[in-house]
């Protein structure tokens, strides 16, 4: 498990962030970090699945940050998925 540090946005954000993630965690759980910085402070919470967008492509919620190749300081957008 190492952990790095990404670069990443929620789409109804202004705000850029860097959020550390380990690369064991799924991409729902690297959605889960990024929201906490987000939902509730600057993002409305809803009822609807968070998603992850890395290089154009929605990624499936259960590979790896590994798997993907997210790398040290790549950038990733969370939003929802309604």
Do not use: C, S, W
Not at 7 to 19: G, I, K, S
Not at 56 to 79: K, S
Request: net charge negative; aromatic share 6%.
């Amino acid at each position: 498990m190492a952990m790095l540090p990404i670069t990443a946005a929620h789409r109804e954000d202004f705000v850029v962030l860097v959020v550390p993630i380990d690369d064991t965690d799924t991409m729902a759980q690297v959605a889960e970090k990024v929201a906490a910085h987000t939902v509730g402070v600057r993002v409305a919470p809803r009822e609807a699945p968070l998603k992850v967008m890395y290089k154009g492509q929605v990624q499936p919620d259960h590979v790896t940050v590994g798997e993907v190749g997210i790398g040290l300081m790549d950038f990733v957008e969370v939003f929802y998925d309604e």
